[in-house]
């Protein structure tokens, strides 16, 4: 497992952006599937977007578009950029890593072995 801490989560407006880091600790990500997932209050986990190893990504549908995931090897960090902003994006963001995720298990959730502590974002209208 690698240890991952979130940051740059925050209170914003509707419409505007803002970007998430993840970063390990003690090592890389290279080879390993990086995503964000996200919790509201009182509804379940769900996927974002997720970088496989090989460097594809991949969204859920609400954020497609407005979401951007991306990598730095060199910091050991992956990024979200997250663009137009709205009130139902509100919520706990985790970032969350594994090794040898196949495709068809990279929107699950239980396919990834660590996780970090999340960080608020919050969106109002």
């Known amino acids: 497992q690698v240890q991952l801490a979130e940051s740059g989560g925050g209170l914003v407006q509707d419409g505007e952006s803002l970007r998430l880091s993840c970063s390990a600790s003690?090592?890389?990500?290279?080879?390993?599937?990086v995503g964000w997932f996200r919790q509201a209050p009182e509804k379940e986990r769900e996927f974002v977007a997720t970088m496989r190893y090989n460097g594809y990504t991949y969204y859920s549908d609400s954020v497609k578009g407005r979401f951007t995931i991306s990598k730095d090897n060199a910091k050991s960090a992956v990024y979200l950029q997250m663009n137009t902003l709205k009130p139902e994006d509100t919520a706990v963001y985790y970032c969350?890593?594994?090794?040898?995720?196949?495709?068809?298990?990279?929107?699950?959730?239980?396919?990834?072995?660590?996780w970090g502590q999340g960080t608020q974002v919050t969106v109002s209208s």
């Open positions: 969350a890593a594994g090794s040898g995720i196949i495709l068809s298990n990279v929107r699950n959730g239980a396919a990834y072995a660590s």
């Open positions: 003690g090592r890389t990500f290279s080879g390993y599937t």
